[in-house]
């Protein structure tokens, strides 16, 4: 099993920026995946981004496209998620996400392995 390790949450100004990083311990092969959720308080776990790790596709929700980036380093096999413009609304803890599939990568289903989380809390 994959591990997870994340890195770079913290507390920042509305309209700040931010950049997590999560480090997978492998890629076992070309349907490898990796994702980022989140979980607001109160609410349900969501999707956030994921990126595709053969092609490199994107993939983003309507609350993050334009906002957040995510992007991959094959060497160090780790993803990034780079948060621009950050809001109260983002404020959760985000969960990064791996697996083998060719199934969607926007349903938590679809990822054998999963991170601690990391808190990202956005003042006003």
């Known amino acids: 099993q994959v591990q997870l390790v994340e890195s770079g949450g913290g507390l920042v100004q509305a309209g700040d920026s931010l950049r997590l990083s999560c480090a997978a311990s492998?890629?076992?092969?070309?349907?490898?995946?990796m994702g980022w959720f989140r979980q607001a308080p109160g609410k349900e776990r969501e999707f956030a981004a994921a990126?595709?790790?053969?092609?490199?596709?994107?993939y983003y929700t309507d609350s993050t496209k334009g906002r957040f980036t995510i992007s991959r380093d094959n060497a160090k096999n780790t993803v990034y998620l780079q948060m621009n413009s950050l809001t109260p609304e983002d404020t959760a803890i985000y969960y990064c996400?791996?697996?083998?599939?060719?199934?969607?990568?926007?349903?938590?289903?679809?990822?054998?392995?999963w991170g601690q989380g990391t808190q990202v809390t956005v003042s006003s």
């Open positions: 990126i595709r790790w053969r092609s490199g596709s994107q």
């Open positions: 492998l890629r076992t092969s070309s349907s490898f995946a």
């Open positions: 996400a791996a697996g083998n599939f060719t199934a969607s990568v926007y349903y938590e289903h679809s990822y054998a392995s």
